[in-house]
């Protein structure tokens, strides 16, 4: 009997409570904002291109977090122990506007990085590495959590394809970004790397002259 009222404690879990747990009623994946920003040179008018760019990534993603893994022998078994933490790529689906405005951004940016008609390119990383922000939001339009990747370049832009066959759509296309590593936090806590607020993380320029 003290076994089935264990069992009943463990699975008589109601509805009830469960609604408890998501008493803001769950995040959806919809309630997001992507904060874009870009190398001095490639906009006329970088507030502006800023703003709609955050109307206009209609797709992105909270970046993924992977550790690799050290396999070590031993009798016959394999002791599996943490090794490099590796960022994957971060991508952005961006709609199209009539006036391309955010895909002329990442054109010109693209073509600051790597020419191209000749084989030159920029030489100085912060000259087009750009920190980006993704915020989910509640359902109300509030922040619940950050995440910013830092120092971040598109590698890839896709194509956008053109078709008289195609109908009822409005052209959307992908940029890939790389980037270095990144952090989230909310109001509640110091966030990943004991971070606080993006004033406390490290400049690049910074580091190298301690290294220097």
Known sequence: MAQQNQGAAYYGKSISQFKGTLARGGVRPTMFQVDLTFPDGT??????VIQKASMLCKGAAIPAGDVGVISVPFRG????????RVFAEWTLTVINDANFTVR????KWSERIQNHNFALGET????YFQDLTVRQLD????NLRTYKVFSAWPSAMSE?????????TIEEYQVTFQYQFWHSSDANDVGTSGR???ENVPNLDDLAKVTS
């Open 77 to 84: 078994r394999q002791l599996k122990v943490a090794g490099d």
């Open 43 to 48: 906009t006329n008018d970088q507030a502006d």
């Open 196 to 198: 606080v607020s993006d």
């Open 160 to 168: 956008i394809s053109l078709d008289f066959g195609t109908t009822d």
């Open 139 to 142: 359902r109300d339009g509030l």
């Open 104 to 107: 002329k951004a990442m054109e």
């Open 124 to 127: 100085v990383l912060e000259n």
